[in-house]
């Protein structure tokens, strides 16, 4: 579980906090953990696949997407891996047909609630949102679409934000205010009517914290955030810049 | 009593329609109308999109020519950055064009209008079709096949797939032309060469059969317009628009196509949601005019490559001044097949082809960009008007279908008055109504920007709106 940087710097002391190791299983595999870690890191560490969308390593968890919920034993609702510490002796279950079916009908929800047209979109062939697609075997979408339409706002001189593309996870927000320290992201609103905004919701291109540096369109799962001039299928995302960074300062750690 | 026929929906053709026919008391037609029934609003839900997003959303607008919307949408774009297209570019985009030529011509002769030329237009309806084809004449039905497969295959080599390639982007295209592709597309041409020779010289052969059809499909004197090059040869990408009138006199020449809706503009009428252009000075309905294949070839001085331009000669040989009958566009199609073999040639050998300078990068400097091309089946608009941030505030297209929609409708009534006698539709003044609009090749998921599949129905309704005869082909 990682905290905003001030409540991590305490909760990283060992002599305060000890962290102690358990053990628990997931999907009947022994698996040890450190206490603060989540259910999701220790099975990506052991080679057990969860799928995310959310979750991106070197920024703190959200549990926006609920993509990688789990089921515990004893425990009637579903969890969400990313965001749930272990404790000694629970048994997680990854791959049930409950879990994969759930995690089917949430995808299905994310594509009818903005305008996913894959066909037509600057990250068609590139995108997390439609990997996932595949890896979860969604063939159809079994809900009505909400058809919202959102305006783009291309403002900015080198970026342009199309919500209708926003799948709502806050990487963007996240990198913004954890990495680059700008905080110029934020969400307004409620429910499927949330939206990602720039300062108070101004456009972009008159955004005074915004420091053009680009880092939300990297790490944008979707579309959404892209690099103007941009043409069909010609955005790819690069992250390689995350965990440098973040081993340069020294807190790769965190 | 006046009586009126309907046809829908009509088969054999890309996109949904159906036509009206009104007969007066003695039974004779007195009035047709070619009814486009879908509606798909492109030109609406581009609005407030990113104009270099355009050339792919354009493009679904069609899965036949998709490549002719995103070029023309492309050039309206290059306006819109306000920069000089590579030459490179510019002859990767001619490149591409000669498929999509290829492969739409080919479909629109062989699997389209082929079962009608080659069985007649009289033989049996379940026979009459590619299937029948394929039993009857199986070599031409495989030429055809082959052919359009060449088109298609053009188009994968340069843009990277057959369908919906995002390969044209404003300022250039997005990938050099790489060696392996152009010697692949050069030993293409030599089985494209025979294929098309063959076909000429039987469709050549075989034009006596056609002496009734030739004479009633949409034979009457219209203007004419097309794309020439600078010096006055067919052009499908570039050049500038020319005008001339049924005596094949010009009327207009070097027109600037950025500046079309200073010459052509577009009446709507309620009964179909195919908008029908019409040349300014003439007003509507007389500025009536024909554009496509038999109307390039009629506005041309020539095709600027050897084997077109003798194909050329006989075709104007047909007539003296322009040739009017619609029918032609058949003839037109495959000698256009055979300049874009010549095209492709020409331009595969020059070493630019492969070089890696294909794209001019800007931001959007212009508010407003026009892209005009010729489409397969006539001339294709694009006009975009964007805001400061390069978002569309306004979109119009005037697409190549839509140019014929008024000789389309006069058309029928000609071919409606000579084939269909006493109130009822038979089976061949049917089909010949069906095949004069498979002469113009319209598409109407295209004319419309619209939804539908392939269909046609003729209804027969009386003049007080009862449906008297009604027939599905």
Known sequence: MRYPAFLQRIADRADVQPVRILTFSINGQAVSAR??????????????????????????????????????????????????????????????????????????????????????????????????????????????????????DASHERFSVDHNRCVLCQRCIRVCEEIEGAHTWDVMGRGYLSKVITDLNQPWGESTSCTGCGKCVQVCPTGALSEKGKSVAEMTKRRQFLPYLKLMRGDESR | ???????????????????????????AVSDAKFHVTQFRGFEKFCEGRPFYEMPSLVERICGICPVSHSIASAKACDSILG????????????????????????????????????????ADPSERNIFGLFKTYPSLAMDGINLRKIGQQIVESCAGKRIHPAWVVPGGVNKSLLE????????????????????????????????????????????????????????????????????????????????YDEYLAENTEEWSYLKSPYFKALGYPEGIYKSGPAARLNVCDGCGTPQADQEWAEFKGLERGPVLSSFYNHYARLIEVLYSLELMEHLLKDPEILSPHVRSIARNNEFEGVGVVEAPRGLLIHHYKVDEEGLITWA?????????????????????????????????????????????????????????????????VSPDGTLLDSVLS
Request: net charge negative.
């Open chain 2, 83 to 122: 920069v000089s297209v590579p030459a490179p570019a510019r002859k990767l985009r001619r490149l591409l064009n000669c498929g999509t030529f290829i492969q739409s011509h080919a479909l629109s002769f062989f699997h389209l209008s082929a079962p009608d030329l080659a069985l007649g237009f009289d």
């Open chain 1, 35 to 152: 206490e603060d870690e989540t259910i999701l890191s220790v099975a990506r560490e052991n080679g057990i696949s969860i799928p995310t969308l959310c979750h991106l390593d070197g920024l703190s968890e959200r549990g926006a997407c609920r993509l990688c919920i789990v089921e515990i034993k004893g425990s009637p609702k579903l969890s969400p891996s990313c965001v749930t510490l272990p404790r000694q002796d629970m048994e997680v279950i990854t791959n049930s047909d409950r879990v994969l079916d759930y995690r089917r009908k949430i995808l299905e929800l994310l594509f009818t609630e903005r305008n996913h047209i894959c066909s037509v979109c600057v990250s068609n062939g590139h995108c997390d949102l439609q990997a996932l697609t595949t890896e979860l075997g969604m063939t159809h979408v079994h809900y009505d679409y909400l058809h919202t339409r959102h305006a783009v």
């Open chain 2, 180 to 259: 392996e592709n152009r010697d692949f597309l050069l030993s293409l041409l030599p089985e494209g060469h025979a294929i098309i020779h063959r076909t000429l010289d039987w469709f050549k052969g075989s034009l006596e059969n056609y002496r009734e059809e030739i004479r009633t499909f949409a034979n009457f004197p219209t203007l004419f317009t097309g794309l020439v090059n600078s010096e006055g040869n067919l052009e499908h990408v570039e050049g500038k628009l020319r005008f001339i009138d049924s005596k094949g006199a010009t009327i207009h020449d070097g027109l600037d196509p950025h500046r």
């Open chain 2, 396 to 460: 119009n297209m005037i697409v190549a279908t839509g140019n014929n929609n008024l000789a389309m409708n006069r058309g029928i009534l000609q071919v409606a008055r000579r084939f269909i006698k006493n109130d009822k539709v038979t089976e061949d003044a049917m089909n010949r109504i069906e095949a004069l609009i498979r002469a113009f090749d319209p598409c109407l998921s295209c004319s419309t920007h619209a939804i539908g599949g392939p269909n046609l129905r003729v209804d027969l």
């Open chain 2, 1 to 27: 009593m006046t009586q009126t026929i309907q046809i829908k929906p009509i088969t054999r053709i890309e996109g949904h329609g159906k036509i009206t026919l009104v007969l007066d008391d003695s039974g």
